[in-house]
């Protein structure tokens, strides 16, 4: 039988530069919706202005998130 990991609701580090400040962002969830956001000067990103700076770690993320919360 398939094994299910249940998708990390603590945000993870990222490679992306914040387009604001260019500190790395974080990916986050809630309960619907994932987004990208910025520890640094709190700046939010909608996951499509990112498709193309995508890294690893981010992609890793996206893997255990349902298809209709991105």
Same mark, same amino acid.
Not at 13 to 18: L, N, R, V
Not at 21 to 37: K, M
């Given at each position: #039988?398939?094994?299910?990991? *249940? *998708?990390?609701?603590? *945000?993870? *580090?990222?490679?992306? =530069? +914040?387009?604001?400040?260019?500190?790395? %962002?974080?990916?986050?969830?809630?309960?619907?919706? %994932?987004? $990208?956001?910025? =520890? &640094? +000067?709190?700046?939010?990103?909608? %996951?499509?202005?990112?498709?193309?700076? #995508? &890294?690893?770690?981010?992609? &890793?993320? $996206?893997?255990? %998130?349902? +298809?209709?919360?991105?």
């Amino acid at each position: #039988m398939w094994e299910f990991t *249940p *998708p990390s609701r603590g *945000p993870r *580090p990222t490679t992306m =530069p +914040c387009r604001k400040c260019g500190h790395n %962002v974080e990916a986050r969830r809630t309960c619907f919706t %994932v987004y $990208l956001s910025c =520890p &640094d +000067c709190g700046s939010r990103f909608e %996951v499509e202005e990112y498709v193309q700076d #995508m &890294d690893e770690a981010f992609e &890793d993320y $996206l893997e255990n %998130v349902f +298809c209709n919360r991105i």
